[in-house]
T-cell receptor, first 118, second 114 residues
Framework: GAVVSQHPSWVICKSGTSVKIECRSLDFQATTMFWYRQFPKQSLMLMATSNEGSKATYEQGVEKDKFLINHASLTLSTLTVTSAHPEDSSFYIC??????????????FGPGTRLTVL | AQSVSQHNHHVILSEAASLELGCNYSYGGTVNLFWYVQYPGQHLQLLLKYFSGDPLVKGIKGFEAEFIKSKFSFNLRKPSVQWSDTAEYFCAVALYSSASKIIFGSGTRLSIRP
């Protein structure tokens, strides 16, 4: 099956620093990847849609200058949390959508990255 | 705005009990429907999905769901739960018109007593 990895799995940083999270599709090419945020005991909130070779599409209320997304290749998307603050502490999950066939419109999720900002 | 509602926030059952988790969505157009499961400490996995055809969909691990278009519902069922079914369950809807964007429900935590 399709596998999506994230790195790092957890990160602790000081307030004001920037953190980069990588999302990779390991055995398929993904023109579209998605970034979600999950608060404790809550659902996934879509932050943005990452499109290979073009700008990301952000959901309403998500600061594009704070959450920088780069989809540089068909297997890699990165999320950079700039000038992180404690309220940015959360679980960030990415997903990737294979190009079609039986898995059309199906997203495969990474294991998530736990960000803690001190 | 489109939304997905899961009315059961926490369900506690004994092993071998039957399970039904409710899911309703608000959108009048064509939708693709999903149930995802998140086991403790693990990532989201797809349980089953409905795109078209038979509204009764069978998934992995004995789960099934029924799409009732008139009720905008996609309830998840399992006739006999096991302790290993303890997890968080998310209903999700993809709007056909927006291809990929998936909207998740708030999730239902399922606890199974051994």
């Amino acid at each position: 099956g399709a596998v999506v990895s994230q790195h790092p799995s957890w990160v602790i940083c000081k307030s004001g620093t920037s953190v980069k999270i990588e999302c990779r599709s390991l055995d398929f090419q993904a023109t579209t990847m998605f970034w979600y945020r999950q608060f404790p005991k809550q659902s996934l909130m879509l932050m943005a849609t990452s499109n290979e070779g073009s700008k990301a599409t952000y959901e309403q209320g998500v600061e594009k200058d704070k959450f920088l997304i780069n989809h540089a290749s068909l297997t890699l998307s990165t999320l950079t949390v700039t000038s992180a603050h404690p309220e940015d502490s959360s679980f960030y999950i990415c997903s990737a959508e294979p190009p079609g066939g039986e898995t059309y419109n199906e997203q495969f999720f990474g294991p998530g990255t736990r960000l803690t900002v001190l | 705005a489109q939304s997905v509602s899961q009315h059961n926030h926490h369900v506690i059952l004994s092993e071998a009990a039957s399970l039904e988790l409710g899911c309703n969505y608000s959108y009048g157009g064509t939708v693709n429907l999903f149930w995802y499961v998140q086991y403790p400490g693990q990532h989201l996995q797809l349980l089953l999905k409905y795109f078209s055809g038979d509204p009764l969909v069978k998934g992995i691990k004995g789960f099934e769901a029924e799409f009732i278009k008139s009720k905008f519902s996609f309830n998840l069922r399992k006739p006999s739960v096991q302790w290993s079914d303890t997890a968080e369950y998310f209903c999700a809807v993809a709007l056909y018109s927006s291809a990929s964007k998936i909207i998740f429900g708030s999730g239902t935590r399922l606890s199974i007593r051994p």
